[in-house]
């Protein structure tokens, strides 16, 4: 679904933080992507969310070379990709139903046609009873419940989530993990970005690994 070639990677005339990384997100596939603090895992993520674009190499997605693709025609691609950032980027003054329900609302969608599936993907991350909760009201998890369901709720091929498990305490962490494993098996491609020795072990996936801008991949 999204193929990278030696793509490579620097913030202005800053060092190359991404050197000739190339590796392909099949469908239906569910990988960690791992390496130290400040080795570029969120850039890569970025990268995979088109919202950076690589100093060089060249990035496929969904069949489409990238620079190919039009500014306008960028929302068309990212609607098939979900991703939930490190810093959840929920919106305050909306209830989690509201913010769960705002990718479609922004598109013109009618609320009738969207409320039940907000509902029922509410319910599926286990915030059904917190529904009506503002935000600031809601625990680390919670939150982290609420940008996953939002991540969602346009049914993407591919998510991606940035340190998921980062602000949760290890019983949580196996349920977040649980919930992005029981998603890939309804077809979802997964890549969680993550530092958690810990969860990567739950479970057999690939794992990319990011040092020294490199990226090695491990079956
Ligand atoms: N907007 C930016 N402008 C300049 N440099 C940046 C920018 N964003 C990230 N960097 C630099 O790129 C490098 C990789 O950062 P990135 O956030 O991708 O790493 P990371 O692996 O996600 O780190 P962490 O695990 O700490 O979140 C770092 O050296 C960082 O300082």
Redesign the pocket.
């Known amino acids: 679904m999204i193929r990278f070639e030696n793509v490579g990677l620097r913030?202005?005339m800053?060092p190359e933080?991404l050197r000739d990384v190339s590796f392909s997100i099949p469908q239906r596939s569910f990988q960690f992507l791992s390496?130290?603090?400040?080795?570029?895992?969120?850039?890569?993520l970025r990268l995979l969310f088109l919202s950076l674009k690589p100093t060089r190499g060249l990035i496929n997605v969904f069949g489409r070379d990238r620079t190919s693709i039009s500014r306008a025609d960028l929302p068309l691609f990212r609607r098939r990709i979900g991703i939930v950032f490190?810093d959840f980027r929920l919106l305050d003054h909306m209830t989690t139903y509201e913010n769960v329900g705002l990718p479609l609302r922004v598109r013109g969608r009618s609320e009738a046609s969207y409320r039940g599936d907000v509902i029922e993907l509410l319910k599926w991350v286990g915030l059904g009873d917190r529904m009506h909760a503002m935000p600031p009201v809601l625990s680390g998890g919670e939150k982290q419940r609420v940008a996953i369901a939002r991540a969602l709720i346009e049914q993407p091929e591919i998510l991606l989530a940035?340190?998921p498990t980062g602000n949760v305490d290890p019983p949580l962490a196996r349920r977040l993990l649980r919930l992005f494993i029981e998603l890939n098996r309804l077809g979802t491609a997964v890549v969680i970005?993550t530092?958690d020795l810990a969860l990567m072990e739950q479970v057999d996936a690939r794992r990319m690994i990011?040092s020294d801008g490199r990226l090695d991949i491990h079956d």
């Open positions: 913030y202005g800053g933080i390496g130290p603090s400040g080795a570029g895992k969120t850039s890569l490190q940035d340190e970005a530092h990011l």
